[in-house]
């Protein structure tokens, strides 16, 4: 194993992963060894924009500094890795750390990697995207884990190009800026916590949400088989059903913008939450089950699930 690090312009081909002069020691990142990419005090700061297939080099861990500003990947390209670790965006407290514009990564790996991404540009490379994009193709049973803590992230967000497989994504409680993450609608997310920041999902089917803070916006017709809202505010604009809904203190769950059908098998509302379902469609939202007040009443919460309804009073 050996540290690798990426220092590029090599007159053979200057942002060539594939080239050993690009690198410090001399030698192109083998199997084991730890990739470091970083500014490294040079006056030139190269991109990574060819010999992006990597996708048999099983490396130990990849780490992407938010010093280094050169684009990694191409418009239509990733870097294609193999590894257990990534970290992006981490800063080393020098100045103008402004982070790179474009991050095109898709993570090779069949077995579980752990990412962590701390910060990204505020500005995108390309109109329309993220800074930084990850796609997790050809992961087969791996069980990713990504923990957010700021920057601006798609996770599969292409439309054309949207595979990402995690069991756990974290958006931090606490991190250098408020997190903006899009998920595509391709993805499967098993768990998704939310402590601070904005989470729009394009589609993709969810196990778990959890909310603490922040916003959550579900689109078109992904469904969640739990959404636990104990704060924040979640927007339901898709169409597919949730198994369970609980909202606490805090946490405000609403559909007002989406009147497509849709249904919510089993509610609880306790103390403090809020429910707005009313729409320009009359009871657009099939509750199942009856919506449970556990340990409070009407006067505890906000409830408006539009006009002409029953409420029947019965013990949980």
């Given at each position: ?10 007159g ?26 970083d ?14 297939d ?18 990694i ?20 407290g ?14 090779q ?32 049973t ?50 998704l ?43 339901y ?6 198994t ?21 098998t ?51």
């Open positions: 194993m050996a540290d690798k690090l990426w220092i590029g312009g090599d053979g081909g200057t942002g060539s992963w594939a080239i050993a002069a690009n690198w410090s020691p001399s030698g192109v990142p083998v199997a084991a060894d730890v990739v470091y990419i500014i490294n005090n040079q006056n030139t700061i190269y991109p990574i924009n060819a010999g992006l990597q996708s048999l080099i099983d490396l130990d861990g990849v780490h992407i500094a938010q010093a280094f500003t050169g684009l990947g191409l418009t239509t390209a990733y870097l294609q890795i193999r590894t257990d670790r990534l970290t992006i965006g981490n800063s080393s020098r100045t103008n750390e402004a982070g790179s514009k474009r991050i095109n990564i898709e993570l790996n069949t077995t579980d990697c752990v990412a962590h991404i701390y910060d990204t540009a505020t500005t995108a490379e390309d109109t329309g995207r993220d800074p930084l994009i990850i796609k997790t193709a050809n992961s087969g791996a069980n990713h884990n990504f923990s957010i803590a700021g920057g601006i992230v798609g996770l599969g967000s292409l439309a054309a190009d949207d595979e990402f497989k995690s069991q756990w994504v974290t958006i931090t409680p606490e991190g250098p800026s408020s997190p903006q993450v899009t998920i595509g609608a391709g993805a499967t997310a098993t768990n916590y939310i402590g601070r920041g904005e989470v729009h999902n394009q589609g993709a089917a969810m196990t778990l949400v959890e909310m603490l803070s922040g916003e959550y916006t579900a689109w078109k017709g992904g469904a969640h088989t739990t959404m636990n809202v104990y704060g924040g505010m979640a927007h604009y898709s169409n597919g059903t949730i369970t809904l609980r909202v606490s203190s805090g946490g405000v769950w609403e559909t007002t913008r989406d009147a497509r059908a849709k249904t919510v089993t509610t609880q509302l306790l103390d403090g939450g809020s429910i707005n379902a009313r729409t320009a469609e009359p009871a657009s939202v099939t509750w199942t089950n009856s919506i449970d007040l556990v340990e409070c009443g009407l006067e505890d919460v906000s409830l408006d699930i539009g006009d002409h309804v029953r409420i029947q009073q019965a013990s949980i």
